[in-house]
């Protein structure tokens, strides 16, 4: 089986080379070529992820040479590379494509799955750090730890904050996770150990399953109604666009607290900054930006009850070593004849 590898800045060709060496998996590999797509630093990886989030696969040019470069393989493994209907159109012999990501944007799935080809990708490669991430998210703002730290980086010892009113510990609260996949299914587990009551909304996970984690399954309207903190974990695509506006926002507790660390376009921004300049909820704290880097004159900078982070939540050594291992795992199950479960297209096994 020939393969073709892609690495970028953040997953460099390197580290993905190492997935198609060793045990197991040589006698199915024979050879591979390998390739760099273009990205230099941290800053043009993230405009390439929200090219490809608007965007999808076409929203990013590919590399010259992968077009004359994935002619011949019958895999092609990439991180954020982009592998669209041209690029498709090239491959002759491709069987499989495999991907470092947990999101599906820079795959073109229709034409993928149109020719029978799967798609293994690594949804769960940054789970845990999401969901610890989120906690400490949430424990940010309801504590005031951010501007707490601020105030001393910046001389004042400061002793009032938005909610100075009521500072809440978790246990006296119930928070609502919109979407119950790999990350939600963490976090719910995280935050029992802070006695919260956890309702749960995902029409794509069945009641009984929720309720098996320990946590109340309710319809979204209802969520948004009673939570006191409200966290999201659902990815972005044309029905989640929005997902929180206007209208979502005027059905929260005032006392409420808004949680991103998944897509910033499931939030309206100046919905967002509506509701928190009027104290329509009570605060936010947000990881993702539909501009990033966050412009320093952003609205967004300015407001006291919105704790800020510049899209750290899936940030650590293992999030990124995970994805290669999994995709190695998957692939080793895929090529043994077996049914990988990570794929974005099973209908297609």
């Known amino acids: 089986m020939k393969g073709l590898v892609v690495g970028d800045y953040l997953l460099p060709t390197e580290i993905l080379k190492k997935v198609f060496i060793g045990d197991n998996i040589e006698k199915d590999v024979q050879s591979f070529k390998m390739l760099d797509f273009p990205c ?42 982009p592998i669209n209907k041209e690029i498709l159109d090239s491959a002759e012999n491709l069987k499989v494509i495999l991907s470092a990501r947990g999101g599906l944007e820079n795959i073109d799935m229709e034409e993928a799955t149109k020719r029978g080809i799967p798609v293994i ?13 989120t906690v400490g998210l949430i424990l940010s703002e309801t504590r005031n730890i951010a501007r707490s730290h601020y105030a001393l980086k910046t001389g004042e010892w400061r002793e009032f904050y938005p909610n100075s009113a009521y500072i809440p510990e978790l246990n006296e609260l119930t928070v609502g996770l919109v979407g119950f996949g790999q990350n939600g299914q963490l976090l719910a587990d995280k935050l029992k150990s802070f006695d919260c009551r956890i309702m749960v909304s995902d029409p794509f996970v069945p009641d009984d399953a929720v309720k098996a984690r320990g946590c109340i399954p309710v319809k979204f309207e209802e969520l948004l109604k009673e939570a006191d903190i409200i966290s999201l974990h659902v990815r972005l695509t044309p029905e ?109 096994l």
């Open 240 to 348: 989640t666009s929005k997902l929180i506006d206007a209208p979502q926002f005027e059905m929260m507790k005032s006392s409420a607290y808004l949680i991103n660390s998944a897509r910033a376009g499931l939030v309206n921004t100046q919905a967002l900054i509506s509701a928190l300049e009027s104290k329509q909820i009570q605060g936010a704290a947000m990881d993702v930006f539909e501009q990033e880097p966050l412009p320093a004159d952003s609205p967004l900078v300015k407001l006291d009850n919105l704790t800020l982070s510049n899209h750290r939540a899936g940030d650590t050594r293992a999030s990124y070593w995970n994805a290669p291992n999994i995709m190695r795992g998957e692939l080793l199950t895929y090529l043994g004849g077996g049914r990988p479960r990570m794929v974005g297209n099973p209908q297609v």
């Open 40 to 81: 230099n630093d941290r800053a043009e990886i993230r405009n390439v992820y929200r090219l490809l989030e608007e965007h999808g696969p076409s929203g990013v040019p590919f590399p010259d040479e992968l077009p004359e470069l994935i002619k011949d393989v019958e895999f092609v493994a990439v991180n954020i590379c």
């Open 121 to 133: 990708h690594t949804p769960n490669h940054n789970a845990m750090a999401v969901a610890e991430y």
